[in-house]
């Protein structure tokens, strides 16, 4: 059974940073590309990462491009995600997905960015 679990979300102010973490299962995470999703509240689900699954190949939406940083570690079944330059408009809730998704995803991590 493919289990996703998110975590490394919180509350940043603008400027700030904050670094996701997503733990997979259940499924061969090394041979799998992976995303991340976003959810601003009241929008629907927004891709804006990718990466192949060597990590040799990532692309992003125009919209976090340069400030986000996607990457994984195989070994551990683990995919991250490092934003920086953190704005109001990147509070949302964040998916991990195998593929581009939307399924499968975990139930999210939080991220509120708020002065």
């Known amino acids: 059974q493919v289990q996703l679990v998110e975590s490394g979300g919180g509350s940043v102010q603008p400027g700030g940073s904050l670094r996701l973490s997503c733990a997979a299962s259940?499924?061969?995470?090394?041979?799998?590309?992976m995303s991340w999703l976003r959810q601003a509240p009241g929008k629907g689900l927004e891709w804006i990462s990718y990466i192949k699954s060597d990590g040799g190949t990532t692309s992003y939406a125009a919209s976090v491009k340069g400030r986000f940083t996607i990457s994984r570690d195989n070994a551990k079944n683990t995919l991250f995600l490092q934003m920086n330059s953190l704005k109001f408009e990147d509070t949302a809730v964040y998916y991990c997905t195998e593929g581009m998704g939307p399924t499968p995803r975990g139930q999210g991590t939080q991220v509120t960015v708020s002065s």
């Open positions: 259940g499924f061969t995470f090394g041979n799998s590309a």
